[in-house]
């Protein structure tokens, strides 16, 4: 053979075998390559006090071509002294389930660790959700929380150390720098012989120079004047009283040109609308004196004082409020329709209004469920909204910082200029902030013993029912009792301090519609939840008489 050729031969030879042994080099370099889990650790909160509770998420997404090579995997959250474990949750293709082993306490920390072994479920994301609270004795500084994502290869052990690792560094929030604290004074509103039919509470806490809101208040076969005090400029404790007179002037009277308009603000958004299902009413303006009116008419029909609507005089001198109530215009049904307020000698104002349907939002609420009349309250009502605008996640657990924002709305939420903020864990700006701030003024929440509000910890059953009978002692309605009074199997479960409002409640039939519990328990310590929320809500507000 000529050495040209064998030349050429041998050359091809070696390049073929480099050729074999760098791909075979490049796959077991792929094959060495760690798997990547993208492994994170996040933190609500990165700023943490003591007594606070901060929610950690360790999370990690695996490719479904990665974990065929692999048994288990391990996911561990280490949280170092200072931070106590409260929950923990694991979620696998978005479904939740307990901790199978027990966090090992040690006097570094606390470790949390789960293992899961089937892998063909694996493949996409998981995450481990923790509560933690924040030790009281703990005095400032950074707390490093570790976490780790462990890889079982096929017919191994679990290795010693993790294939990833991730750090989460909570700083210490400074407390609120304590101030001199304003003077807040109790406003106490005498309906004299007449019942509250919405607007203000008739117990308010203004801040020394505010004003108080006016409560819309009525009594059968009378007209409300005013008041016997200016409700601005409050400077101590005062009981501010209705002055009311017999409806029965005819006198002449001379009148602006007649006008309707929907108030601006206050229970409804600027807008001529109601939503079926609502529980919030409407109020409408009329531009004359209160002494003069006689009747309200929808559709040419003249509607029934008391059970219908009410009408009181309107914050601006000269204006008479209609308040047109839920349970009449839940029975309209969806169209355009004209309101008409009469007064004497020929004077009327018009206004339009439109009823709207209300429209299925959420694709995990069925009309089957039982807390489907609550939800459709609560969304038409804008109280409570779904967390997408597709989900309402009926389930899931409400906070207290959640739970007292939907009572801030339902009252309009009124300002809070010259309130303090006595809880150290409400920082400036949050959802929250001025909801706890009213609620703690007007006595509504207390915080818990340590002196902190702790707005992400899960609201009980027994804390709702307690925030919620406070709440309807301070708008000083008077409810109708609609069952019998009865206990509950649990009772002496349930905490002193919640007790009264448990009994008052159920004896109001809010609870009523909550799942049988065949052994009639309340359950008092356990996590109340929106779907929960949304039907006492509903029950609630129907009982109040709006």
């Known amino acids: 053979m000529n050495k040209h050729i064998l030349k050429a031969v041998s050359m091809a030879l070696v390049l073929a075998l480099l050729a074999i042994l760098w791909s075979g080099s490049i796959a077991w370099a792929e094959a060495e390559r760690p798997l990547k889990g993208d492994l994170t650790l996040i933190a609500d909160n990165n700023t943490v006090f003591s007594g606070g509770t901060v929610n950690l998420t360790a999370g990690f997404n695996l490719l479904e071509s990665a974990v065929n090579s692999y048994s288990a995997l391990r996911i561990t959250v280490f949280l170092p002294a200072g931070l106590d474990y409260v929950s923990g949750v694991v979620y696998v293709g978005g479904a939740p389930a307990a901790l199978t082993a027990t966090p090992a306490n040690t006097p570094a920390g606390t470790s949390v660790v789960v293992d899961l072994n089937d892998m063909a479920v694996l493949a996409g994301a998981a995450q481990l959700k923790i509560a933690a609270k924040v030790s009281n004795t703990w005095g400032g500084g950074k707390l490093s929380v570790r976490g780790g994502l462990y890889l079982q290869p096929t017919g191994a052990s679990m290795p010693n150390s993790p294939n990833e690792e991730v750090v989460c560094t909570l700083e210490s929030l400074n407390p609120v720098t304590p101030t001199v604290p304003p003077k807040i004074y109790t406003v106490r509103f005498n309906p004299s012989g007449g019942i509250r039919v919405g607007g203000g509470a008739l117990i308010q806490a203004v801040a020394g120079g505010g004003s108080a809101i006016e409560p819309y208040v009525y009594r059968d076969g009378y007209i409300l004047q005013g008041w016997d005090m200016p409700l601005n400029y409050i400077t101590h404790d005062q009981v501010i009283t209705a002055i009311w007179s017999p409806d029965t002037d005819n006198g002449m009277i001379t009148v602006d040109p007649p006008s309707g308009s929907m108030v601006q603000g206050y229970f409804v958004h600027g807008q001529n609308e109601f939503t079926r299902f609502s529980h919030m009413p409407m109020i409408y303006y009329a531009e004359h004196y209160i002494a003069r009116f006689e009747s309200v008419e929808i559709g040419s029909r003249i509607l029934r004082p008391g059970s ?12 008479t409020a209609i308040h047109l109530k839920t349970s009449y215009l839940n029975v309209l049904n969806a169209g355009s329709y004209t309101l008409r307020v009469n007064f004497r000698n020929g004077v009327y104002a018009n206004s339009q209004l439109t009823v709207a349907p209300y429209r299925d939002h959420y694709t995990d609420v069925s009309k089957n469920d039982w807390f489907y009349k609550g939800v459709e309250a609560m969304t038409a009502s804008e109280l409570l909204r779904g967390v997408t605008g597709t989900r309402f996640d009926p389930y899931s657990s409400m906070s207290r910082g959640m739970m007292v924002t939907l009572l801030y709305r339902y009252v309009g939420e009124p300002s809070v200029a010259g309130f303090g903020n006595r809880f150290p864990d409400i920082a400036p700006g949050q959802y929250f902030t001025d909801a706890v701030m009213w609620a703690a003024a007007n006595g509504i929440v207390n915080g818990y013993t340590n002196g902190v509000f702790a707005p992400y910890d899960m609201m009980t ?6 925030v919620l009978f406070r709440y309807q002692d301070n708008l000083g309605s008077i409810p109708t009792d609609v069952l019998p009074s009865f206990g509950y199997n ?15 409640l159920a004896t109001q039939g809010v609870f009523r519609d909550w799942p049988p519990d065949r052994e009639n328990r309340f359950r008092p310590q356990n996590p109340v939840t929106r779907a929960e929320v949304a039907t006492v809500m509903r029950l609630w507000i129907e009982s109040i008489g709006w």
């Open 461 to 466: 059953h027994e804390q709702f029912a307690a």
């Open 308 to 319: 219908e609507y009410v009408a009181t005089a309107g914050t601006r001198a000269g204006t």
């Open 490 to 504: 649990d009772f002496n479960q349930i905490n002193y301090y919640a007790q009264a409002a448990v009994n008052k």
